[in-house]
C-alpha cells in the first residue's frame, strides 16, 4: 500500500519560502512519478510540479516556474518541494501524489495535504 505523508506547511509572509516534504513509502518508487498539487477552497485541485523518480525530469506549472523547485531524495524516498518568493495567491492546501510513469494521467495515490498560508 503507498502512503504519501506530506509536510512543511505553515503561515510566511509574502516573499518568504517554504519548503514542503513528502515522505512516500510502501513500495519502491524508481518507476514513478511524483507531484505537488494545490487546491482553494472552492475551486478544482490545480497541479504544480512533477518529477520522474528514475531520472529526475521535472517540469511546472506557469504559475510555479521560476520560483519553485520540485527534488527528490533517492535515500530518504521523499520529494520535496521547494517554494521562494511567495505570493498571496499561493495560499491553499498542498497535496503530493504519485502514479506510475505508464500513459494512465490519473495520479491514484494521495497524501493528506499540508496548509499554506502566505500573508500579504
Known amino acids: 500500500q503507498v502512503r504519501l505523508v506530506e509536510s512543511g506547511g505553515g503561515l510566511v509572509q509574502a516573499g518568504g519560502s517554504l519548503r514542503l516534504s513528502c515522505a512516500a513509502s510502501g513500495r519502491t518508487f524508481n518507476r514513478y512519478v511524483m507531484a505537488w498539487f494545490r487546491q482553494v477552497p472552492g475551486k478544482e485541485r490545480e497541479f504544480v510540479a512533477r518529477?520522474?523518480?528514475?531520472?529526475?525530469?521535472?517540469r511546472y506549472a506557469d504559475s510555479a516556474k521560476g520560483r519553485f523547485t520540485i527534488s527528490r531524495d533517492n535515500a530518504k524516498n521523499t520529494v520535496y518541494l521547494q517554494m521562494n518568493s511567495l505570493k498571496p495567491e499561493d495560499t491553499a492546501v498542498y497535496y503530493c501524489?504519485?502514479?506510475?510513469?505508464?500513459?494512465?494521467?490519473?495520479?491514484?495515490?494521495w497524501g493528506q495535504g499540508t496548509q499554506v498560508t502566505v500573508s500579504s
Open positions: 518529477i520522474f523518480w528514475s531520472d529526475g525530469s521535472t
Open positions: 501524489a504519485a502514479k506510475d510513469d505508464g500513459i494512465d494521467l490519473k495520479y491514484p495515490y
